[in-house]
């Protein structure tokens, strides 16, 4: 709210204006509760529609799901695979790898954002087909933990069990949506030569170990495990990788991920545009997402 409205406000109303903007201020600025409520009555969560050219959608292929033995999680993994139409288990594709965000799992990893509809519509449409390939990271931010290692998980196990069933896992890309977002940038920085291509949707990324603990005690397990594994600490490391990163401007990591563009060496990878942190903004980011992801195989 600028200081011209806010003084016409005060000329009409007097002190409980004042109380009204202090309100709305501290709302907005979420010191007092209510943030997502206000986002949505302004309108700030209203995504907007794709651009064209719009990837269109089709039919796709159920999902071919399954489980195994993790060494690394030190449990049963479950796992699932959307193909393109026309494509079934063994056929030689390349993969990108689905991250899902906090108290998610692979099958939903796997199905954010329509991916397997707008997959199969581009592939009708002539763009290179992809295997999307998601396994459960748990909730543990997708880095390694003393006993659970989801990262790990991905490249000594994952990767390796669907290549052995056809797929190309060489060069692979990655996307991924909250927790996941940022569990994709990790991917990039711990393996750079692994990923033709790194997506980050809404990357759920703290300021500080501080803010870390207060959104998500379960995050990292020490001082020193968040400072390992802040991507910010690293943004210099993401020079010469193939990064994209889309957030909504009223998502609540908007500032960490705006702090983070600050030390890209790069900020033209992030792109902050209408939305929230929710499916309404990742539907809408999808389809170029999965224009940029088969560019990235073509």
Request: negative net charge; glycine residues 12%; hydrophobic residues 45%.
């Amino acid at each position: 709210m600028g200081i011209g409205r806010r003084s016409a406000l005060l000329a009409l109303g007097g002190g409980a204006v004042l109380a009204a903007v202090a309100g709305f201020e501290l709302v907005d600025h979420a010191v007092l509760p209510g943030k997502g409520r206000l986002d949505e009555a302004l309108g700030r969560c209203d995504a907007a529609a794709p651009r064209p050219p719009a990837v269109p959608t089709a039919e796709a292929p159920p999902l071919i799901t399954g489980s195994f033995r993790s060494q690394h999680r030190g449990r049963e993994v479950g796992y699932a695979l959307a193909y393109p139409p026309g494509y079934e288990p063994g056929a030689r594709l390349p993969v990108c790898l689905a991250l899902h965000g906090f108290g998610s799992n692979a099958e939903q990893a796997a199905n954010t954002g329509g991916y397997p509809r707008l997959l199969a519509g581009a592939v009708h449409a002539g763009a290179a087909p992809f295997v999307i390939a998601a396994a459960d990271g748990g909730d543990g931010y997708w880095h390694p933990h003393a006993t659970d290692d989801p990262l790990g998980m991905l490249i000594d196990e994952f990767l390796p069990l669907i290549g052995g069933r056809g797929l190309e896992i060489d060069r692979a890309a990655v996307a991924g949506w909250s927790m996941g977002g940022y569990g994709a940038l990790l991917c990039g920085l711990e393996h750079r030569d692994r990923f033709r291509l790194i997506v980050a949707s809404s990357p759920a990324i703290f300021r500080d170990y501080a803010d870390a603990e207060r959104v998500n005690p379960g995050a990292y397990d020490s001082a020193q495990e968040w400072a390992r594994y802040d991507v910010t600490a690293r943004a210099a490391e993401l020079s010469g990788l193939p990064v994209r990163i889309d957030i909504g401007a009223a998502d609540p990591f908007a500032p960490a991920v705006r702090h983070l563009r600050d030390h890209l060496p790069d900020p033209s990878v992030v792109t902050l545009s209408t939305g929230c942190h929710d499916g309404r903004y990742w539907d809408a980011i999808a389809p170029a997402q999965i224009r940029a992801i088969s560019a990235a195989f073509a």
